[in-house]
């Protein structure tokens, strides 16, 4: 693979990496649309507690891995909201590359894959271009 | 403590109807699996990596809508199908909803077949039918592959809205009644505004790579943009 090809990679990486750990700390903390619509009619406190109403977001339950040291979006044990949104980000930029990208790479034919849908296309255009 | 949910959680769908959708969910993922291989190489293999990293960055950012109260995010389904098709696309974005569901306690992991059936499967395949259908009668142009962006996040978001509310008609925990309707009435408006930002992200983020290296633009098929419309004189005919 070519080294202009790695180079938009790390870049694509760059700029996400960026947007997750520290654009994202200017993110809305309002509910998104799924969850306001799910607590549609039911009144909260300052605290997120149902103090009213009712709602389908009262029957949500815990999640099964609440306690992960990466849940909500934080790291646990850091007190910065900051530091601990953009490291979190940073840390599931990475995950989710080294996840997906495994994965990709894990699953792609054994000889490498076929050349690129671009060389063929180029070789098809070029092969009709010299017909006609 | 204030939990950060953008998915489904746990106990907002009953059990039964969870256990069928991640049947289904591994299913279609499976076949995609199976598509997706032959076109993967050590080229796009990265790539598609990249597109992953990026929906699951991009989703972090919440937008306001402006609807009083509600934010919104990118769900990734038809920034995935421009990129890298529809197949490794809904891989991509079933990457980023496993990893939020297993990590960052984020949508119920027994709610991830509803959660991937919404986003991974239905927002991908809607976005690129209205791409493929698009594409063919669009100018090739920036212009023409932003348009086609934009309306295919629009419906792919709202669909993909529409498939949570259906899953909820199967087996929502709270009986509404009546206040089904209402339900998918706020779904639906607020989806449609959420799309409009995933639009405006999708169609950026593809032109800018469009222009960079149109041969990562899968939607484009290998060739690159042409400049916009500027009448050509025929000279075919004197020649």
Known sequence: MSKQ???FV???LLVALLLAGVVSNFASSQPDGL????RDGCV????????????PAQAAREHELGDSPLADYGIRGIGNDFLSTGLSGVAGVLLTFAVGGGLFR???PRDGGRPDGEVAGTARATAAGLKG | METVAMHISNGIINGPVAAAFAVFALGALAGCLLRARQGLNDR?????????AFIFAVQMLNFPIFTAGVSGHLLGGALAAMLVGPWVG???VAVVLVVQALVFGDGGIAMLGLNITNMAILGTAVAYGLIALLLRVVPRTAGGLAVTAFVASVLSVLVAAMGFVAQYRLGGTTDLGAGFGALTATMAGSHVLIGIGEGLITATTVVTVAKVRPDLVHALRGRPLTAPAVPVPVTEGAR
């Not at chain 1, 605290?47 to 109403?53: A, S, Y």
């Not at chain 2, 796009?44 to 992953?52: D, E, N, T, Y």
Request: net charge negative; hydrophobic share 50%.
């Open chain 1, 106 to 108: 894990l699953v792609r």
């Open chain 1, 10 to 12: 790390l870049g694509g």
């Open chain 1, 35 to 38: 969850d306001s619509s799910l």
């Open chain 2, 90 to 92: 809904a891989l991509c």
């Open chain 2, 44 to 52: 796009l293999a990265p790539m598609a990596g990249l597109v992953a």
């Open chain 1, 5 to 7: 090809h790695w180079g």
């Open chain 1, 44 to 55: 909260f406190d300052a605290e997120e507690n149902v103090i009213g109403g009712s709602c």
